[in-house]
């Protein structure tokens, strides 16, 4: 079992960054990729980035690819989103995933262990 708490979210300017964070509780969290998702008001929720167990292999949406950066460190059993040069259609409640599959899933349903998300919002 895997508990997963985001945390750091806010409201920013356009152009501002903003560093997530996903802290999971248990001693198994290098055995999990994690994911990054997000869901708007009135849209579906996407992948935004993901990351193998080791760390070494990160994934983005192309929407997101250049401005944001996926890490974790397993010796903190935390992984990481750095969100830069955010735009207002960053908007969403981020979540992020855990999954015990190997490679990095791009589906929500894929995930086994998710947590209940923070809320992200950018201002133009």
């Known amino acids: 079992q895997v508990q997963l708490v985001e945390s750091g979210g806010g409201l920013v300017q356009a152009g501002d960054s903003l560093r997530l964070s996903c802290a999971a509780s248990g001693r198994t969290f290098s055995t999990y990729a994690i994911g990054w998702f997000r869901q708007a008001p009135g849209k579906e929720r996407e992948f935004v980035a993901g990351?193998?167990?080791?760390?070494?292999?990160?994934y983005y949406a192309d929407s997101v690819k250049g401005r944001f950066t996926i890490s974790r460190d397993n010796a903190k059993n935390t992984a990481y989103l750095q969100m830069n040069s955010l735009k207002p259609e960053d908007t969403a409640v981020y979540s992020c995933a855990a999954t015990g599959r190997l490679g990095i899933p791009r589906i929500w349903g894929q995930y086994n262990y998710w947590g209940q998300g923070t809320q992200v919002t950018v201002s133009s």
């Open positions: 990351i193998d167990r080791s760390g070494s292999v990160p």
